[in-house]
């Protein structure tokens, strides 16, 4: 091979390593719903309604290995470990909130969409800013998520995101040999979206507060500011309790050991 031929094979081959296809994302309707759970446990109060005013885009799928490591390459950020399981088309785990978000943002740059996210520094402490009407990709808020899982506007009430019969939906710790799997192998809910019960626990934009319920606004209800970050559908290692569609759970916002978290993203619909 020449020299001119090997520079070409070369180009080829870094392009196909660092080419990636964007998140297939499916629209969701915007609408009312009963969020929460007065059967559930005390921060599933009380159900109440909930109005979305905004249609947006979620993502079909988890985020998986095969578009965040590039993401990785290309920032200098360190790779999450997949703790041998596999990459790929396995949702990711080991990745905080902070990156899942300026992961959102490098998504955005990418397809030259106006990004959601802006970084201050206030009181020497991180602070993070969201403007709902950009149209780049973002985590979606609490509120966005459970109507997601329900089915949205197609929503046939079921008690984990598509079934009442978790084996169909979900990755969990009764069949999941205590580990990911690769995205898209069980059944989707009712709006198309996979492994929305199970799997990995995902990233919520929204701060935690065990009481929300009890004083949230009734249209796009979010909460901005607090110590915790909410985290929505339970994973590869939950009971059945933490698949419920109206399961409320949180956590740490920096934890790079969590091996059961992950995170999938939306965007606002114009």
Not at 59 to 76: A, F, V
Not at 165 to 184: A, F, I, L, Q, R
Not at 227 to 242: A, D, E
Request: with cysteine; glycine share 6%.
């Amino acid at each position: 091979m020449n020299k001119f031929l090997f520079l070409s094979f070369l180009l080829a081959v870094t392009g196909c390593i660092n080419k990636y296809n964007p998140p297939e994302m499916v629209y969701i309707e915007k609408g009312t719903f009963f969020m929460g759970n007065n059967n559930g446990s005390e921060n599933e109060k009380p159900a109440h309604d909930v109005t979305l005013t905004r249609s947006f885009y979620m993502s079909k799928y988890e985020i998986t290995y095969s578009i965040y490591d590039i993401y990785c390459t290309k920032t200098n950020t360190d790779k999450s470990t997949d703790r041998g399981w596999g990459r790929d088309n396995r949702p990711v785990v080991h990745v905080n909130w902070f990156n899942a978000i300026k992961f959102c943002n490098w998504l955005s740059k990418n397809e030259k969409l106006k990004e959601c996210y802006t970084r201050k520094i206030i009181n020497n402490k991180e602070v993070w800013f969201c403007d709902f009407n950009a149209e780049g990709y973002r985590l979606p808020t609490e509120a966005e998520w459970e109507y997601a899982a329900r089915g949205g506007s197609k929503s046939k009430e079921f008690k984990y995101s598509g079934s009442n019969k978790p084996d169909d939906v979900s990755w969990y710790s009764n069949n999941s040999d205590m580990m990911t799997h690769p995205v898209g192998m069980k059944k989707p809910n009712e709006l198309g979206l996979y492994d929305m019960s199970g799997n990995v626990y995902e990233w919520c934009w929204d701060a935690y507060y065990d009481d929300f319920y009890k004083k949230t606004p009734l249209k796009n209800p979010m909460m901005n500011t607090g110590r915790n970050r909410v985290k929505r559908g339970g994973s590869w290692k939950s009971s059945l309790i933490g698949l419920k569609n109206t399961f409320r759970n949180s956590d740490f916002p920096n934890p790079d050991w969590a091996y059961d978290i992950g995170f999938r993203v939306v965007r606002t619909a114009k």
